[in-house]
């Protein structure tokens, strides 16, 4: 899969920070992004439990130590290096993964990610 979608620049998101990005045209599901350093962490932004967006409020993803995404409808709790459910009703259960690479300082994702 070619990654063809720039998804942003890596200094769009803070470092311990996570951002949201909307669905492409046509598509359902956004995707969130995690920095932790220079590596970015992407995934399709839809609880594995009952399949809906993680956050309720924009780009509120982090639990307050930034451990750990967190799904605000139950509380379940994913790692950001893998995305897999710690806690909560899907634990064991993970994120949908998406492909990334930093390039030339852009975050650059498959162009049919999140759709």
């Known amino acids: 899969m070619s990654l063809t979608r720039r998804l942003c620049r890596l200094e769009d998101i803070r470092d311990g920070e996570a951002r949201g990005f909307p669905p492409g045209p046509g598509g359902f599901t956004g995707l969130v992004a995690v920095r932790r350093g220079d590596a970015v962490h992407v995934y399709v932004n839809s609880c594995p439990h009952i399949g809906i ?6 780009d509120r993803f982090l639990d ?52």
């Not at 967006?53 to 924009?58: A, F, G, T, V």
């Open 53 to 58: 967006p993680l956050e309720s409020l924009p």
């Open 64 to 115: 307050g130590p930034r451990r750990h995404l967190v799904c605000t409808a139950h509380g379940a709790r994913f790692r950001v290096e893998d995305g897999f459910c710690v806690a909560g009703p899907c634990a064991g259960d993970s994120l949908e993964a998406v492909e990334v690479r930093i390039e030339d300082g852009a975050v650059l994702v498959p162009e049919d990610a999140g759709l």
